[in-house]
């Protein structure tokens, strides 16, 4: 019977420390988890001894060893505390090591996660896998990579968001000062297609070695559709892109922002048919979302924003130099491609920027 | 016969500590005018330290070095020790 042997280890071993929260035998333990504010608003798994125990399984960390302290109000986070989480969200034992990675990632300084939080944009974290584990834990990088339906993509995600709500106490409305937030807030994780030999991981290109498996944290929402059908040269599909980028969160927005391209197979072909790299892609588009400052002065056409009449003699990038990552995924149909525009809180590049970490045990 | 589940969260207890009464006067005091790092939000502080310096009360201005994070330790009690009301400047 599945279970047995956590329920004996649960009796006679023990071994977890966090508090018991008794409920009665009419209760119903998925209401409990509401009435106590643990949930993201969708029901959670009522994480028992035996489940919690379970999911320790995946990892060989001691429970009681503290990952770091989680914001907003900056508590001590244990690897327990995380296995908790990881039940409520629907885990397996084995995204242990994916949750763990993503969450030191997480509270890297420059991931800046009390910000994410904080912030009134529409930003979480966004975590792209990459490597070895994505497959060997049933990760989707095909179609539909970016919704629903596979477990591991949704509850890796929104582990992570438990985690900063309860165990930091990041709760919309109080510390969570969010305009609209985005649903992606609930869970936005994915992995990286890396079937093809001849592109480079995400992981490699931000400095890890072939076959290693990795997270990288995103400070993001999405996604924002791109359509091109037409378009059948990599010149005219990056000013294609282009045109679109330029546009996230307002056209006369510069230099403030990071953004994703999730290029799909059909996209992709395009550029690999005539052997462009990540590099020159990620190059082209960088160079193709150069503006004229003319272009682009607050007040023009009766419209407000926009930067000020001194930059009009300006050539004025839309992004940071290194402010824009293509990812690949999606499904083998279809001349769409995904974007998902980062927090405009970066106006400082070096202040903020994605967080990449090997997934250990 | 009863069940139970683990505490998901920090187990932290919140501590209220009461509010500091504001002052009954600016006489005297200094007040700090503390900048948060979005962008015009000195120019905003320019005007309060004008219309405060104008009648007479003793300003000293703070930043935070970015607004994508919290204020450094060392300048919150740079302000708590040298002032005696604060006034924050967001703006865009």
Known sequence: MPGVAERLEAKHKGGLSARRIEYGENDDPAEVCYERGWTDGLPVTPPTDERVLRMLKGTTR??????????PYLAECTIEKIAINAVMAGCKPEYMPVLLAAVEAALDPLFTLHGVLATTYFSGPIIIVNG?????????????ALGQGNRANATIGRALNLIVRNVGGGRPGEADRATLGAPSKYTLCFAEDESDPAWEPLSVARGFAPGASTVTLFQGHGPEAFVDQKSRTPEGLTRSLASVLVKLGHPRLVQSARAIVVLSPEHYAIYRQASWDRGRIERALYEATIRPGAELVAGLDGIGEGVPASRASEQVPK???DGLMVVRAGGPAGLFSGILPGWLAGRNRLELQPVTREIKA | MSNWMRDPTAETTAVKRPRVAPPKSLDGITVALFEIGKTRSDEFLDQVERRLNERGVKTKRYAKPTNAKVAPVEVMQRVATEAGAVVIGLSD
């Open chain 1, 62 to 71: 001691s429970p009681g060893e503290v990952i770091g302290r989680m914001p």
């Open chain 1, 132 to 144: 070895p584990v994505a497959k060997r834990i049933g990760m989707n990088s095909g179609i539909n």
């Open chain 1, 319 to 321: 992004f940071h130099e």
